[in-house]
């Protein structure tokens, strides 16, 4: 595996961008230079995260998420 988290990731298994493996490594994001511990997904290159907005889910049972736009530093928590 690279060091280097990919452009796009998601945490819900039917998206595309979806990969368990990636996230059982553990990925952090820093958004603005703060780190965010609520982000269901993101994208580096177009420059936004998809944040979890309090404790309500759709009628799927996903949680409630808002797009921010800004700069997006995910890593990897673990070597």
């Known amino acids: 595996m690279s060091d280097t988290p990919p452009d796009r990731l998601s945490n819900d298994p039917a998206s595309p961008f979806y990969d368990e493996k990636l ?3 553990g990925i952090g994001i820093r958004f603005k230079g703060v780190e965010k511990t609520n982000v269901e997904e993101y994208c580096v290159s177009e ?3 998809r944040l979890a907005v309090g404790k309500g889910v759709d009628r799927k049972g ?3 998420t808002m797009k921010v736009t800004g700069t997006v530093e995910p890593y990897f ?3």
């Open 23 to 25: 996230l059982e490594r």
């Open 47 to 49: 420059g936004w995260v």
């Open 62 to 64: 996903r949680p409630l």
């Open 77 to 79: 928590r673990e070597a």
